[in-house]
Nanobody, 115 residues
Framework: QVQLVESGGGLVQPGGSLRLSCAAS????????MGWYRQAPGKQRELVAV???????NYADSVKGRFTISRDNAKNTVFLQMNSLKPEDTAVYYC?????????WGQGTQVTVSS
């Protein structure tokens, strides 16, 4: 059993920044992948960024160069630093854990980019 709790979402103007955090608790494998997905109104949930237990990273093309994913393995926490935000980034952002096969999801945190 694993629980994921996201925080850090909010309203920001275009060009601004936000930092999301996700703290995982429970029976977490030492080998896992943590990441962020997002879902905008009327669109499918999509991968934003993922990071492995040893630091390997992958990003969606739409966020490369603007977003940075990182993690603290000791605290089972993953972060997403979002810079140069665009209105198109508006979505509910979900934390994800692959443990390593079974997937767990957080409840989501709203990110709204608007002037």
């Amino acid at each position: 059993q694993v629980q994921l709790v996201e925080s850090g979402g909010g309203l920001v103007q275009p060009g601004g920044s936000l930092r999301l955090s996700c703290a995982a608790s429970g029976s977490i494998s030492s080998i896992n992948i943590m990441g962020w997905y997002r879902q905008a109104p009327g669109k499918q949930r999509e991968l934003v960024a993922v990071i492995t237990s040893v630091g390997g990273q992958n990003y969606a093309d739409s966020v490369k160069g603007r977003f940075t994913i990182s993690r603290d393995n000791a605290k089972n926490t993953v972060f997403l630093q979002m810079n140069s935000l665009k209105p198109e980034d508006t979505a509910v952002y979900y934390c994800n854990l692959r443990n390593p096969i079974v997937q767990y999801w957080g409840q989501g945190t709203q990110v709204t980019v608007s002037s």
